[in-house]
């Protein structure tokens, strides 16, 4: 019998078709955009590591984040922190070493994460992942990983998947379509966030 948090993540892993292209978080928070509250909730992380972490931020990666706490925190320790707060892992643009940093994922993981690339969609991760794991933990391993949203065909429930973007962002990307380059989305969505916002955004999309 599936335990009741096992089948929660079953729940939203089979409520709906999958059309996120950024996995849904069912109990971590991205470590970019979580709150000073998210952060003193991570097990090992003291009132300074929060104060650190929200004056460092952006980490362009998941192995910046790790480099970033290694000072702080010994390996056992920032693998529990991982089961709270990550900076999810672009599909077609991971190490291996980020893989092994998803607490359970293991060298296996490692090999099927890899077998698959390039990956055009979530929906192709979820699909082959499938294959050798049960939905529970699927859906866990989802809200690790992303590939990256077509600027000028994604859909408005594809963008707000991505962690910070809400009505107003979802409006400017749409604005300016169809989009050239992004130098193109470098200036115009400069315009409304500082530079360090405008590189954080940009690792969830591209230009196809």
Known sequence: MRSTAAAALLALCTAAPLVAQVGAPV???NANVATEAQLAAVPGFTPAIVQATLAARPFARQSAFDAFLAPH????ERMAAYAKVFVQLDLNDFIDAEVLMIPGAGRRMVREFNEYKPYRALAQWHREIDKYVDDAELARLEQYVFVKLDLNTATDEQILTI???GARMLREFKEYRPWKTMAQFDR???KYVDAKEVARLKRYVEIR
């Open 27 to 29: 109990g971590i928070v």
């Open 73 to 76: 925190l010994g390996e056992p």
């Open 163 to 165: 962690p910070g973007v």
């Open 188 to 190: 115009e969505i400069g």
